[in-house]
Nanobody
Framework: QLPLIESGGGLVQPGGSLRLSCTAS????????IGWFRQAPGKEREGVSC????????YYADSVKGRFTISRDNAKNTMYLQMNSLKPEDTAVYYC????????????????WGQGTQVTVSS
């Protein structure tokens, strides 16, 4: 069993919306720092949005600020990434991640990772 199972990726037109889900297995997600990351072809993996478990502080990459929202549902042990006003530049494989320790500026150094889900924004 993978520690994190993702779903919700797919093909969407520019300006559309998509919600990614990530369910944790074997640990309680609310006790962990969580984040969403993405990797486009030929690019390094980058932090999209993260949230600190200690104080709830959120981080958003400048490229997605105002369009994406990170959240969690503790009862379902699931985290979400709501993506609105999607652009072709958002096309990438998206990964959810969790870590007991906080990584500054949503750095992709998390211990637990989802399998990745493809998000393609195209007309």
């Amino acid at each position: 069993q993978l520690p994190l199972i993702e779903s919700g990726g797919g093909l969407v037109q520019p300006g559309g919306s998509l919600r990614l889900s990530c369910t944790a297995s074997g640990f309680t997600l609310e006790d962990y720092n969580i984040g969403w990351f993405r990797q486009a072809p030929g690019k390094e993996r980058e932090g999209v949005s993260c949230i600190s478990s200690s104080d709830g502080t959120t981080y958003y990459a400048d490229s997605v600020k105002g369009r994406f929202t990170i959240s969690r549902d503790n009862a379902k042990n699931t985290m979400y990434l709501q993506m609105n006003s999607l652009k072709p530049e958002d096309t990438a494989v998206y990964y959810c991640a969790a870590d007991y320790y906080y990584h500054y500026d949503c750095s992709p150094q998390y211990d637990y990772w989802g399998q990745g889900t493809q998000v393609t924004v195209s007309s």
